[in-house]
Structures are given as C-alpha cells and as structure tokens.
C-alpha cells in the first residue's frame, strides 16, 4: 500500500487564527468540502471549528514538533512493511478536541475512526489524529500514524470489524505493527477482563463493545450501562492476546 502525506497543519493554523464565530465555522465548512457538496480533506471532520485558543497552540506545538515531517517518515516505513497491500490512499495529520467544550466526546469519536472507516476509503483518506487533552510527542505521532496505516489496510482486506471479537483482532494487530505499549493491566486484570467480556466476544451490540474495549468511564459518559472495567481494558487483552498468538500484523492482510 502506498501513502501520500497531505499537509493539514498551515490549514489549521489559518482557520484557528480567524476570530471564534461564523466566519470562522462557514470557512472550516468551505475548506473542509473544497467548495463542493461532499467532504474533500476529510481528516479535518476531526476538528472543532469553535475551539478555544488552547488547539491554536496545540496546532503550534505540533508545527514546532515538525509533526508532519515525523508523519511522512512512518508512512514511508509503513510502505515499506505493506508493500504487499495493493492500494493509495492520502494522509492528515489534524488535531481533535477532547480537552474543553462538548464538541467531541473522545471514546465515540476515536471509536469511530477506528472501525467506521468505509467513507474515508471509499474518498482515499487516513487520519492520523492528536487529541488536546494529551502532550504531543514525536514518538506518539510516528506510532498513531502506524497504527492508522496499518488499520486502514486491514480493513481494505477484510472489511469492517462488527463484533467485538473482530475489533479486538483488529486492534491487537494495529497495535503490534504500531509497537504500541497498550494500556497497562497486571496479570490478574487481564485474566479479569477476559471473564467479563467472555459473554460479549460474538456480539455487535455497540453499548457493550464501547464498555467492553474503552471501560466503565466510557461507558457512563456516553450513557451505556457499565461492566467493572478500567479504562481501555478490552485493547489491553486484544494486544496481549494478539502477543500470545504470535500475530504477525502484516501477514493478516
């Protein structure tokens, strides 16, 4: 698979430089259709056109951190590691808010962009995605930017994941081709976690894969019923599961 970096950031800077209000939102929705009536930079949909001024300076950390020269070194080692994967699609960087103001609510957006990606492939688009409410790293960027890669190809491969089991599989394998660490779960919450979400493996009921894979706070906050898991427990047993397997992520395509 080959990836094409598309630079976001310039556009965001200008469109968080313009004064909060109307203009601002009726500019964000004519950069973000290209003046059309379909969505053309669509890694932007993860903006929030109201932001305060704290995504202007996350938008400036990101520039100093020269975050899109770091997307463009893990799309070329991406290539490199999927050059099996037929298929080109165009890459963002764009920056989500989680930190102030109810615009996006963190666990149904980034679930989102995780396993309802048949718009962005059917246009040719990846997002790579920092939230506000967490520092940037160049270290963080480059394994985001793996990890949303990787996805985008998987799901090129076998369609998009609907129960939980499938998600879990598929998140397993993001994350190792990401060298991602995971959330942190000691042995006896790992074996935990696998008995609570045991029932719900073969479901594709959203509230309880939501509960399942981003734990009781995500639950609660989108109005879903809780199941006694910490935060992100269902990625957790996917990685060590997917560890345990000896998942080798690019064979899986």
């Known amino acids: ?7 976001l950031l310039e556009i965001q800077r200008e469109l968080y430089a313009m004064p909060r209000g109307g203009d601002r939102f009726k500019h964000y929705i004519a950069t973000l259709t290209g003046g059309g009536d379909d969505i053309d ?5 993860a903006l929030n056109p109201m932001a305060k001024p704290h995504v202007a300076a996350y938008v400036e950390a990101l520039i100093d951190l020269r975050g899109e020269d770091v997307v463009a070194e893990a799309l070329n080692k ?39 990606l048949k718009a962005a492939l059917a246009r040719g688009w990846a997002s790579v995605v920092c939230w506000s409410s967490e520092p940037p790293t160049a ?5 985001e930017t793996l990890a949303s890669a ?36 000691d042995e006896d919450e790992l074996a935990y976690t696998r008995e609570v979400i045991a029932p719900y493996r073969d479901s594709d009921a ?4 939501m ?27 996917a990685l060590a599961e997917a560890r345990q397997r000896g998942d080798e992520p690019e064979a899986l395509l």
């Open 1 to 7: 698979m080959q990836f094409e970096l598309v630079p």
């Open 41 to 45: 930079l669509l890694p932007l949909g």
């Open 78 to 116: 991406a290539a490199a590691r999927l050059s099996g994967a037929g298929g080109r699609l165009k890459v963002g960087l764009a920056v989500a808010d989680d930190a102030q103001g109810g615009w996006t609510n963190r666990f149904f957006s980034e679930a989102g962009m995780r396993f309802d």
């Open 139 to 143: 270290a963080g960027i480059y394994a």
């Open 150 to 185: 990787y996805r985008s190809a998987y799901v090129a491969a076998h369609g998009p994941a609907a129960t939980l089991a499938q998600r879990m599989r598929q998140e397993g394998a993001a994350s190792l081709f990401a060298h991602a660490s995971g959330p942190a779960l």
């Open 206 to 209: 959203y509230p309880a894969i």
């Open 211 to 237: 509960a399942c894979l981003y734990g009781d706070e995500a639950a609660a906050s989108l109005g879903y019923p809780t199941l006694g898991l910490s935060p992100r427990a269902g990625y957790a047993v």
